[in-house]
């Protein structure tokens, strides 16, 4: 059985991030790790592997990122990795991502397809349902459980509604929610085999896609500051009265 | 210039995040000068009555093979109709629906897709603004020509815009899609409470409950709220809760207009689950807490004591 998993470089989360002067640009620490929901994919791609037998090889799309990504893959027993790496996905909005990614799949063809839920910088989860679109794959989104059978997928989903459990024939694209599979911590010979891995690059040309314009950003801006907080100490009860005054009377939200 | 709004039925109207969606998609009509249409798939059609005053149109997609819901057939019945008239904006309230299907349509129809938005306004263009970087920094987006797909946050838009003098109801019959995906099993949620990622009020613990009991804590100041409960990761964690409740970076996004957190620290992996909530109360035995940074107001005590004292004063208010 190939899979495939689909990875993102972010942030990590104590980054610092900073916004220009005049909101034009944003400035963000050069702290990068592979996204949570991905590697939740890639650790379910490995157990999928080890079930059924095949080969995982972790797949990411930027311009000059995601080595790091397909490394932490590699590190934790990824048979292989693939880059799109193209100066046009600087910026680039996130159906050109997926366009990128999901010629490469169709170049490759696999019989799965994972990726994390969304990443941890933007949350947009379009990635992982827009490359099954564009690869003619079902896709199920958020799974928390899966088991292989021959040709299907057996797999478990939270909803809005509650707990579904669903069957897909493959090849179809999953994405992975937390409790899915927690993610193996790589061996240090891993780790240090994958630090000098070099994955193989394709560029958009390369693989047949136009150079996307990039998405219209008008501007940046920190988060809304709060004013400073009013601590209230004392007696439970004197204290909840005193809030509640203020939820009603200054804050108006009761 | 039509703005597009997909609605959610839900108890025989439809979900608070579609109505907020209509109205701010009326206050921007007025300004773009475009018609506000509402479309209803399959089983959420059938109240569409209750849409008359909500759009300038009501655009119902019927089909037997779109009740109940399946990613295969929607994709496939709403592909064809955004196809068809090609709106300049298409609305969704951010669920698991939404996050099933914008992505798909994007991909099919070639258009722009965002999700988790907070804001959407009018300045000649379409600006739709989101948050970047876990909250860190926001996004503000000029939508182009073509289709936009955008998803937002429930709460994010006051629902009073004034309604439309006249609204016409169409039908349109989907093409039959065959749906690939299987259904084995389901099992409905059962809760008397509004849901945690649309609640007007969340309340939220963690481990400074000390043990799983105290959770009954949050649920008794939620019913008093009328609001829903959230924990945070260390709770999920330690089992004591599902991680359906849980709020920050690898649970819920939440954005309402209350949120009480007691027994939270205030790490990053929370704070992004709830910094867009209008007014935060923080109650924490630390007064250093992280958490009483993304406060509006903080109480220094022990969440055991300060809940029932909390929930026994929103009661004595209420009543």
């Known amino acids: 059985m190939k899979i495939a998993v689909l990875v993102k470089e972010v942030p990590d989360l104590e ?7 005049g909101g034009a640009s944003v400035e963000v620490e ?22 059924r037998g095949g080969s995982v090889v972790a797949i990411s799309a930027g311009a000059g990122t995601g080595v790091e990504a397909v490394r932490r893959a590699l590190a934790m027993g990824a048979d292989g990795a693939l880059l799109v790496d193209d100066p046009a996905l600087g910026g680039a909005d996130s159906l050109a991502v997926a366009r990128a990614l999901a010629a490469l799949c169709r170049r490759e063809g696999f019989d799965l397809v994972l990726a994390g839920r969304q990443a941890t910088d933007d949350e947009a989860g379009l ?23 021959d040709g299907a997928a057996r797999v478990s989903r939270e909803t ?73 100490e004392g007696e439970p009860a004197t204290v909840a009265a005193e809030l509640v005054k203020s939820l009603r009377e200054e804050a108006r939200v009761l | ?52 005053g909500a759009a300038h149109r009501v655009v119902t997609v019927q089909g037997g093979h779109l009740s109940p819901y399946a990613a295969d057939p929607w994709v496939g019945a709403l592909g064809d109709v955004l196809a068809a008239e090609a709106p300049r904006l298409v609305l969704f ?19 722009a897709a965002f999700t988790n938005a907070l804001g959407l306004e009018w300045d000649g263009g379409f600006l739709l603004t989101r948050p970047v970087y876990g909250g860190k920094a926001y996004q503000t987006i000029r939508c182009g020509e073509g289709t936009c797909l955008a998803a937002f946050r429930p709460n994010s838009f006051d629902g009073g815009a004034a309604p439309v003098p006249e609204t016409a ?35 939220t613990g963690g481990r400074g409950l000390r043990a799983p009991e105290n959770l009954a804590l949050l649920e ?16 999920v964690d330690a089992g004591w809760a599902d991680h359906a409740i849980q709020v920050g970076k690898s649970g819920k996004t939440v954005s309402p207009a209350l949120y009480v957190v007691a027994g939270v620290s205030g790490a990053v992996h929370h704070t992004m689950g709830m910094d867009t909530a209008k007014v935060v109360v923080a109650i924490n035995t630390d007064p250093k807490a992280p958490i009483f940074a993304y406060a509006d107001y903080g109480v220094v005590g022990d969440a055991l004591q300060v809940l029932p004292a909390l929930t026994a004063a929103v009661r004595k208010t209420a009543g």
């Open chain 2, 93 to 111: 309230g951010e669920g698991t629906r939404s996050r099933e299907l914008l992505p798909r349509l994007a991909a099919r129809l070639g258009a």
């Open chain 1, 127 to 149: 990635i992982g349902p827009m490359v099954a679109e564009l690869l003619g794959l079902p896709c199920v989104i958020g799974v928390t459980a899966l088991e292989l059978e």
């Open chain 1, 160 to 232: 809005d509604r509650g707990t579904e459990v669903l069957r897909t024939p493959l090849p179809a694209l999953l994405t992975a929610e937390k409790g899915l599979a927690e993610p193996r911590v790589p061996q240090v010979m891993g780790l240090m085999k994958a630090m000098r891995a070099q994955p193989p690059k394709v560029t958009l040309a390369e693989l047949g896609l136009e150079a996307p314009a990039p998405t219209p950003v008008a501007g940046y801006r920190g988060p809304a500051k709060r004013p400073p907080v009013k601590l209230l």
């Open chain 2, 169 to 203: 109801f169409g039908e349109v019959q989907a093409a039959a899609v065959p749906n690939r995906v299987e259904v084995l099993e389901q099992l409905p949620r059962e809760s008397r409470r509004v849901p945690l990622t649309e609640a007007s009020q969340v309340v």
């Open chain 1, 15 to 21: 980054a610092l991030v900073k916004v220009a002067e």
């Open chain 2, 1 to 52: 210039m039509s703005i597009w709004v997909l609605c959610e039925a839900r108890a025989g109207g439809y979900r608070p995040a579609t109505l907020e969606l209509l109205s701010q998609a009326r206050r921007l009509a007025a300004a773009a000068g475009g018609p506000v249409v509402a479309v209803a798939v399959g089983d959420d059609a059938g109240a569409a009555q209750a849409l008359e």
């Open chain 1, 30 to 51: 050069k702290k990068r790790c592979l996204s949570f929901f991905d590697e939740i994919a890639v650790e379910a791609a490995l157990r999928a592997k080890a079930a």
């Open chain 2, 220 to 235: 008794d100041l939620a019913d008093a709220l009328g609001g829903a409960v959230g924990v945070s990761r260390a709770v």
